[in-house]
């Protein structure tokens, strides 16, 4: 349905964003190395998920930085919240809220980062500039997302592309734009933000690598829920297995991840 969060909240979910933290960590890491952001700073996180962006970030920006982790799903809230417990963190506090009504604090945060989130929304452009607001004059606005395109499998087999571009289809039906990376920077700039910078990502990676396992636990993983949106049969889900399976086993088969782009601007 359009305007509702496609992968939804499970278990599962929790172990894919876990290992998907691991996989995606230093691409993370090195965009708040070039920002600079360091101890001191106030930072939100939206759609911080299960915080494995927001963990470390508090870490970093301690002593005297806070971190607020903005989360709509209650699941994923409450296990940060969890987490946040058990590490005893005293500077990251949860919101659970949902970005789209959220009214940030005026010129609050020195950094308003977001990572795959914005893929998923309807009113991209709309929901920064509730943000904007938020943002200290000289702070940035940081996000990573996608430019949906690349992304494939070879020795190549026509069940890839079919599930992959299913996939797209399903960021679509409920509202999103797997593109939306793309769109970024002219958004940012039309919201007055200045220095606008993109930064691309674009992996490879073997059967054998965490690139390839984070590529099954997304497309793999939601199969059954593409079958469910009516968005691939269970034959193709079938086949796409197989030939996966098929293929892994061809020395030289590589994984190519969906491109990736860093959008950073100073307000
Ligand atoms: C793919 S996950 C990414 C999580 C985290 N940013 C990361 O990198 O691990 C997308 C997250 O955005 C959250 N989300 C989606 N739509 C949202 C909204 N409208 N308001 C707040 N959070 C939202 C989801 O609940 C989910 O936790």
């Known amino acids: 349905m359009k305007g509702q969060y496609m992968l939804g909240a499970s278990p599962y979910e929790i172990e894919r964003l876990t290992f998907q933290g691991e996989v995606w960590r230093s691409m993370t890491e090195a965009l708040f190395d070039r920002i600079g952001v360091g101890p001191g700073w106030r930072c939100l996180d939206v759609g911080a998920g299960i915080g494995v962006v927001s963990l470390p970030l508090a870490g970093r920006v301690s002593p005297g930085g806070e971190v607020a982790a903005l989360e709509m799903a209650p699941l994923y809230a409450e296990t940060l919240r969890e987490q946040i417990a058990r590490k005893d963190i005293d500077n990251l506090r949860v919101i659970e809220e949902d970005v789209r009504s959220f009214r940030a604090p005026k010129a609050a945060y020195d950094l308003i ?155």
């Open 113 to 267: 980062y977001s990572r795959w989130v914005f893929s998923f929304l309807r009113d991209v452009e709309g929901t920064l500039k509730r943000l904007l607001p938020g943002l200290k004059k000289g702070g940035f606005l940081a996000v990573e997302d996608y430019h949906h395109l690349g992304c494939a499998y070879y020795p190549n087999r026509p069940s890839f592309d079919a599930v992959i571009e299913a996939a797209r289809k399903w960021y679509l039906k409920t509202g999103g734009n797997y593109r939306v990376a793309g769109e970024l920077p002219a958004i940012f700039y039309r919201l007055g933000l200045k220095r606008v910078e993109v930064t691309p990502h674009i992996r490879v990676g073997g059967p054998e690598s965490d690139l390839w396992r984070w590529s099954e636990l997304f497309f793999i993983g939601h199969l059954p829920a593409m079958i469910r949106e009516k968005l691939i049969s269970v034959g193709l889900a079938a086949r796409f297995k197989k030939d996966l399976e098929e293929v892994k086993k061809i020395p030289g088969a590589i994984f190519v991840v969906p491109t990736i782009f860093d959008v950073v601007g100073r307000r």
